[in-house]
């Protein structure tokens, strides 16, 4: 089973951009679905993108980030990306990867993921 490792955040203006990366730390990204959720405190995780594992590697956004945030893999190094621009406050959260073998939908079904990483806190001020 592959393991997840995300790296980027941090802090940024309302209006900016921040890249988030998650790299397979054991395993590879072959075949699987990968996606980005993120979690504010007392609240669920939110699917925020993901992105299929064929040659199209078709994207598939949540609808509050559509427009703003784009997701990227690159199957030959094991990374994912989300680079997310035009920042709001509401999308301070932390993020997480995850990976499935389960076929990708825009229905980011938190429990059809088996893989997840540890987590990276995005915030966005004002």
């Known amino acids: 089973q592959v393991r997840l490792v995300e790296s980027g955040g941090g802090s940024e203006h309302s209006g900016g951009s921040l890249k988030l990366t998650c790299a397979a730390s054991?395993?590879?990204?072959?075949?699987?679905?990968l996606a980005w959720f993120r979690q504010t405190p007392g609240t669920r995780r939110e699917g925020v993108a993901s992105?299929?594992?064929?040659?199209?590697?078709?994207?598939y956004y949540a609808d509050s980030v559509k427009g703003r945030f784009a997701i990227s893999r690159d199957n030959a190094n094991n990374i994912l990306t989300l680079e997310m621009n035009r920042l709001k406050p509401e999308d301070t959260a932390t993020y997480y990867c995850?990976?499935?073998?389960?076929?990708?939908?825009?229905?980011?079904?938190?429990?059809?993921?088996?893989?997840w990483g540890q987590g990276t806190q995005v915030t966005v001020s004002s």
């Open positions: 054991e395993g590879t990204f072959r075949g699987y679905c």
């Open positions: 995850a990976a499935t073998l389960w076929v990708c939908t825009g229905s980011f079904k938190e429990s059809n993921f088996d893989a």
């Open positions: 992105i299929d594992s064929g040659g199209s590697a078709r994207p």
